[in-house]
């Protein structure tokens, strides 16, 4: 291309990240008026902004506790009346910001004591990086793509086991839906999964960013929050649990804004009181994004203004994406040579590529794994950009892309 050699396609196609907006999905109506107002309190005089809007930007400006009260009646609503404390609640700049700061707080020890970080792979590169950055040792298990990209807990306690070897493992991170592998984990896997953590005595971080995006009618999402309750008080009072949500995924797709909360459950008092100052270090998360974080959790009610569009362009873009979601699935393996599990939620496909062996002799020749080959091909003749499997982890010898 810089060269000036014409290429059989006049744009390329960015299918290699996860910012809706960037491949033409609309924003939410509702969501950008409301920041639009928190931000310029001026327009509150606008008649071209619903009073709904106006309101909600009002009582949004007197401060955090607000939007922390009104993430505590939607997690409770969502959990079927699970109870839930403000003051366990904590917005961020985004999920990736409350992952990293409860990260920061866990790790700790040198050498054979240093905290193990247990991720699934395939993975979203911000768990590697993070414990990378960190210093913590990363501690593989393997999710199961034989069937359907399931997590099995005999693969928890194989990891575990050989990890206690050379680190402490204290970490369990679980992302569900899956990224990049679109799974949908049932109430039964996630049981499994929170008893391994209590007789482990592991901390639990559960990255729920995908809870709006599920598409299988054979799959519901339930969060560790609510499945934790409901295993009963052993459990519920002991299991230290971080959940993490985001306004850049869902139907809201609002990257840019770096809106997020995470809610930390069974924290000792002491260890909590140092979490606060961990997080009053960064001061605070872009106001833009705690209101617009404010809309998600506590969207317009039928009757008001903004109902009927707001649950107009909600169900669009989550139905689109569903529709989306089966024709990626059924296209990929209609192609010889691809593999693809179906895509029961999240915003991605990461199907199985089988790569010829002199392709994988050429890549190695190349400096590069196979996958990286593949894809880089792929842009060059197509214009379609994708990112290989080896960026998220995969078993030895196969290989992806997202």
């Given at each position: 291309v810089f060269q000036g050699v014409k290429k059989p396609f006049t744009e390329v196609i960015k299918a290699n990240i996860g910012d809706a907006h960037a491949m033409g999905q609309q924003p939410i109506t509702f969501l950008r008026q409301v920041v639009a107002l928190c931000t310029c309190p001026e327009l509150l005089d606008s008649p071209v902004f619903p009073e709904d809007a106006k309101m909600r930007s009002y009582s949004a400006s007197q401060g955090l506790s607000c939007i922390r009260e009104d993430i505590?009646?939607?997690?409770?609503?969502?959990?079927?009346?699970?109870?839930?404390?403000?003051?366990?609640?904590?917005?961020?700049?985004?999920?990736?910001?409350?992952?990293v700061s409860?990260?920061?707080?866990?790790?700790?020890?040198e050498g054979t004591s240093r905290t193990g970080v247990m991720i699934p792979i395939p993975q979203y590169p911000l768990y590697s990086a993070?414990?990378?950055?960190?210093g913590a040792v990363q501690v593989n298990y393997y999710l199961d793509e034989d069937h359907c990209w399931a997590l099995d807990v005999n693969e928890l306690h194989k990891a575990l086991s050989a990890a206690k070897k050379y680190c402490n493992p204290k970490v369990l991170c679980i992302i569900n839906p899956g990224n990049p592998t679109g799974q949908v984990q049932s109430k039964k896997c996630i049981e499994e999964v929170i008893n391994f953590a209590y007789e482990e005595k592991l901390f639990?971080?559960?990255?729920?960013?995908?809870?709006?995006?599920?598409?299988?009618?054979?799959?519901?999402?339930?969060?560790?929050?609510?499945?934790?309750?409901?295993?009963?008080?052993?459990?519920?009072?002991?299991v230290e649990l971080a959940s993490f949500h985001s306004t850049s995924k869902g139907y809201m797709g609002e990257c840019g804004f770096r809106g997020g909360y995470m809610e930390v459950i069974n924290l000792d008092a002491e260890v909590k009181a140092q979490m606060v100052k961990l997080l009053s270090v960064r001061l605070c998360p872009p106001?833009?994004?705690?209101?617009?974080?404010?809309?998600?959790?506590?969207?317009?009610?039928?009757?008001e203004p903004s109902f009927e569009l707001f649950a107009k362009e909600k169900n669009s873009v989550l139905n689109t994406l569903a529709e989306k979601a089966k024709l990626t699935e059924k296209i990929l393996n209609t192609v010889p040579g691809i593999k693809c599990n179906p895509v029961q939620g999240a915003m991605y496909a990461f199907p199985r590529i089988f790569i010829p062996p002199n392709a994988v002799e050429e890549a190695k020749t190349l400096g590069m794994p196979p996958d990286m080959l593949y894809c880089l091909r792929l842009l060059e003749?197509?214009?379609?950009?994708?990112?290989?499997?080896?960026?998220?982890?995969?078993?030895?010898?196969?290989?992806?892309f997202r």
């Open positions: 505590a009646m939607y997690m409770e609503q969502r959990d079927q009346g699970v109870p839930t404390n403000p003051d366990n609640i904590y917005l961020s700049t985004g999920a990736s910001d409350g992952i409860i990260l920061k707080l866990l790790v700790t020890g993070a414990i990378s950055e960190l639990l971080l559960s990255d729920e960013v995908y809870q709006d995006n599920v598409y299988s009618p054979d799959c519901q999402f339930h969060s560790f929050k609510k499945v934790l309750y409901e295993m009963g008080p052993e459990y519920y009072n002991t106001v833009s994004g705690q209101a617009a974080m404010d809309v998600v959790v506590n969207p317009p009610r039928p009757g003749e197509t214009g379609i950009c994708i990112v290989p499997g080896s960026g998220f982890g995969q078993k030895e010898g196969t290989y992806h």
